[in-house]
């Protein structure tokens, strides 16, 4: 009776053994359909949260009319102010964004402050202003931005396609040469340092005078030059501020527009940008074992990252192509010169690219973080679009 006792204990302690590993490995099995299914729930939602901003994004700009080829040169002469109130408006907004964002949920906003740190920290100021500079020459040229080229698309801008093939050759060109481009110069910490940590002063502080000074300069722009006097309307008769109107105030939209950096940093821990889309394009024609000898396109070929660099241009353009129909306005803005479309959409790419970032990456989202390297490639890029801007009126080039 002993042993078949004794037998009776090991087999049931090792029925309870096989139980145990039964269950601890059913708990696994549903612990990881458990992660997959959240992971693939949270791919939907940054998906769909993508495709909401990228569609606003596009529609606040065709509404503000800052992506009609002449309003971006006639800024750079001065002759307009209609851009310069968006942005001075969009970048304040962004700021203010951020500002609010760091008091709130400043894990969230650290974990892409440092993001963007660890981009620039690869950089040299070298590098990033002559982006800047030859991002410039490309806005003057082409009359449009990196993300502005998908607006212009759809609002049946003439041409604008030809900007988008001059980008997608940009994009390609500074994709295969970015090794030696990179290995050219040295990163410098200035780059990745913030105008706050620069001057030794608190970022609270500094934050908020940089936003009044914005809203100041803003100001000062519509007393002394109010929005209308720089507008022509097509209609009259259309509502002021609507989904219909044929134009939005410029600091209106300017405002709108920076109030999605607050959503895009606090539902997808991102800043706004475009220019990463066009290297996302080309690297999808090349076959993966080619690839294998360029590994700055590789990595633009996969990842969900990437992918919503494309979704988020395309909804630009769908945006877009809202607006201008809902207000009457579609295909009805002057283009460019062919010639000027297709070599200023490859310099204002390729420019994009060499810096890091566009006007909205660099010009907008950088300069929010107060980061020194996205502030030289912002001044750099209207510093030589006003500049070409100024020779090309003299002597009746491109004007």
Excluded at 73 to 92: E, T, Y
Excluded at 145 to 166: E, I
Excluded at 320 to 338: D, E, R
Aim: glycine letters at 10%.
């Amino acid at each position: 009776m002993g042993r078949e006792e004794s037998i009776t204990i090991e087999t049931v302690q090792k029925n309870e053994h096989n139980e145990e590993k039964s269950t601890l490995k059913t708990n696994m099995q549903k612990n990881v359909e458990i992660k997959a299914k959240d992971s693939i729930l949270k791919n939907l939602f940054n998906t769909i949260v993508m495709m909401i901003i990228g569609f606003l994004f596009g529609f606040i700009l065709e509404k503000s009319k800052v992506y009609e080829p002449k309003f971006i040169r006639q800024q750079m002469i001065f002759n307009k102010f209609l851009m310069m109130k968006m942005f001075f408006s969009a970048l304040a907004t962004s700021s203010l964004s951020i500002f609010i964002l760091n008091l709130i949920a400043k894990e969230r906003y650290n974990k892409v402050f440092e993001s963007y740190r660890s981009m620039l920290k690869s950089k040299s100021l070298l590098i990033v202003c002559a982006g800047g500079l030859i991002l410039g020459l490309g806005m003057t040229i082409g009359g449009s931005c990196p993300g502005m080229v998908f607006v212009q698309l759809g609002a049946g801008v003439n041409y604008s396609y030809l900007t988008l093939v001059g980008g997608l050759m940009a994009g390609l060109f500074h994709g295969l040469l970015n090794s030696y481009l990179t290995g050219s110069s040295k990163p410098d910490a200035i780059t990745s340092k913030t105008l706050f940590e620069l001057i030794k002063v608190n970022a609270i502080i500094v934050r908020i005078l940089f936003i009044v000074l914005l809203a100041a300069g803003v100001a000062l722009m519509e007393i002394f030059v109010p929005w209308k006097k720089d507008y022509s309307f097509r209609d009259n008769t259309r509502p002021f501020f609507s989904v219909t109107s044929e134009v939005w105030q410029p600091i209106i939209g300017g405002c709108c527009l920076g109030s999605l950096q607050f959503f895009s940093l606090l539902l997808l821990s991102k800043s706004l940008g475009s220019s990463s889309s066009f290297t996302t394009a080309v690297s999808l024609i090349f076959p993966f074992k080619i690839l294998e000898k360029f590994p700055y396109l590789k990595k633009f070929r996969f990842g969900l990252n990437n992918y919503l660099s494309l979704l988020f241009v395309l909804s630009v353009f769908g945006g877009s192509m809202a607006s201008s129909f809902l207000g009457g306005v579609f295909n009805k803005a002057q283009s460019v010169h062919p010639y000027n479309a297709v070599l200023g959409g490859f310099l204002l790419v390729f420019g994009a690219r060499l810096a890091g970032g566009c006007n909205t990456g660099h010009g907008i989202s950088g300069t929010s973080h107060l980061f020194i390297g996205s502030i030289v490639a912002m001044m750099s890029m209207f510093a030589s679009g006003i500049l070409l801007g100024f020779f090309a009126r003299t002597n009746d080039f491109f004007f």
